[in-house]
C-alpha cells in the first residue's frame, strides 16, 4: 500500500510523462499550462487510492486516473470562461493568459484525451465507458444550473445541494467507483464507493464555498462566489437566518449590476458573521462527512486499504483550502 503523498506524487510523475504535440503551438501548450498548475489532485488519488486497496494498482488505474484529472481540468478551463475568472490556483486563467478561443479549444482536447485514456483500460470497458458519460453529462447539468441559480432570487438549499451534486460530487463518485471497476470489486461494494465518493463531494463543495470567503490560501480571490452572485450554501444560509433589513441588504447585493467589489464583500461578509453563517454551513459539510463516513464503514475492504482512505478521508474533512 502506498500512502497518500507517495500515490500523488506516482501519479504526478505519470502525469509529467505524457506528451502533447508541438504544434498548433498555442492549442497544446495551453493544456500542457493547466496542467502544470498542479491542485490537490484530489480525484486521480481517489482513483488510486480505491485501485490500490483491493491491490490493482496497475496500468488501467493509472490511465482511469489521467481520465478523470483530465475531465476535471476541462471543466476548469470552461468554468472559468462562464465565471470570467482571473485566477486558478493562484496564477491566471487559461483564456486570461491566452485567450478565450484557444481556452475553449483546450478544454474540448482535455476532454478526448481523457476518452483516449479510458480507451487503455483493458477490462470492464463497457461499464467505464458508461459511468464516465453518465458522469459527464451530470456536469455540465449541474454547471447550466449554477449559471442559472445567478439570475434568481428564489433559490433553495435542496436545489443548491442537487447543483453541487451534479457539478462536483458526481466526478468524486466516479473516481472512487472507477478504482472500484478497475480492482474488480463487487457490485455491492461499487454502489457503496460511488455513494461515499458523491458524499464526501458534497461536503467537499460546501467546504470550498466556505474557503472561497474565509480563507486566504485558496490561490482565488477572497469572496469570489460573493462578487459572482453564486447562490452558495452560505448566502442561502444567511438568507434563512437574518432580519428582514438584512434579506433586503443581500438582495440588494447580489443583483445590483454595478458595485464596488470590496465594499460588497465586506458588506455581505458582516451579514455572514452577525448570523453564524459559518458555523451552520460548516455543521452542513459535516453531515455529509458522516454519511460518507457511513458509507465507507459499509464496504468490505482490506483493512490496510480501509486505514489509507480512512486518512485520506480525514485529511479532506480537516483542510483550511
Known amino acids: 500500500m502506498k500512502k497518500i503523498e507517495a500515490l500523488k506524487s506516482y501519479f504526478e510523475d505519470y502525469l509529467e510523462s505524457q506528451t502533447f504535440p508541438d504544434d498548433p503551438e498555442h492549442l ?17 488519488i481517489a482513483v488510486l487510492l480505491v485501485a490500490d ?28 470562461i462562464m465565471d470570467a475568472s482571473n485566477l486558478r490556483r493562484g496564477k491566471p486563467t487559461v483564456h486570461k493568459k491566452y485567450d478565450t478561443n484557444t ?22 470497458k463497457t461499464e467505464i465507458l458508461n459511468l464516465f458519460n453518465k458522469t459527464s453529462i451530470e456536469v455540465c447539468e449541474g454547471q447550466q444550473m449554477d449559471m442559472n441559480f445567478e439570475s434568481r432570487d428564489d433559490v433553495t438549499i435542496d436545489e443548491y ?13 466516479c473516481a472512487f467507483q472507477l478504482g472500484g471497476l478497475v480492482g474488480n470489486v ?25 474557503l472561497d470567503a474565509y480563507s486566504t490560501q485558496t490561490g482565488k480571490k477572497i469572496g469570489g462566489d460573493i462578487i459572482q452572485n453564486k447562490k452558495t450554501a452560505l448566502y442561502l444560509t444567511a438568507l434563512d437566518r ?68 480512512q486518512e485520506f478521508f480525514d485529511l479532506l474533512k480537516n483542510r483550511k483550502f
Not at 497544446?28 to 486521480?44: E, N, T, V
Not at 490493482?56 to 489521467?66: E, I, S, T, V
Not at 482535455?110 to 483493458?122: F, G, T, V
Not at 465586506?266 to 463516513?293: C, G, R, T, W
Open 103 to 124: 481556452a475553449i479549444l483546450s478544454g474540448d482536447g482535455l476532454l478526448i484525451k481523457a476518452y483516449e485514456s479510458l480507451n487503455r483500460i483493458e477490462h470492464n
Open 28 to 44: 497544446y501548450d495551453s493544456m500542457r499550462y493547466i496542467l502544470s498548475l498542479g491542485g490537490k489532485r484530489l480525484r486521480p
Open 242 to 309: 437574518a432580519s428582514e433589513k438584512q434579506r433586503k441588504e443581500l438582495r440588494h447585493w447580489y443583483g445590483a449590476d454595478e458595485f464596488d467589489e470590496e465594499k460588497k464583500v465586506q458588506s455581505v461578509l458582516e451579514i455572514f458573521k452577525a448570523n453564524k453563517v459559518d458555523q451552520a454551513v460548516h455543521s452542513i459539510a459535516q453531515i455529509y462527512y458522516q454519511e460518507a463516513q457511513k458509507n465507507f464503514d459499509e464496504l468490505v475492504i482490506p483493512e490496510t486499504g480501509r486505514a489509507r482512505i
Open 161 to 173: 445541494i442537487n447543483m453541487i451534486k451534479l457539478k462536483t460530487a458526481v466526478l468524486i463518485g
Open 53 to 80: 486497496a483491493f491491490n490493482k494498482l496497475d496500468d488501467n488505474a493509472l490511465h482511469a486516473a489521467l481520465a478523470v484529472e483530465h475531465f476535471h481540468n476541462f471543466s476548469l478551463i470552461h468554468d472559468d
Open 186 to 210: 463487487s457490485t455491492e461494494n461499487l454502489l457503496r464507493l460511488y455513494q461515499v465518493g458523491m458524499n464526501l463531494g458534497i461536503a467537499f463543495q460546501i467546504m470550498d464555498d466556505y
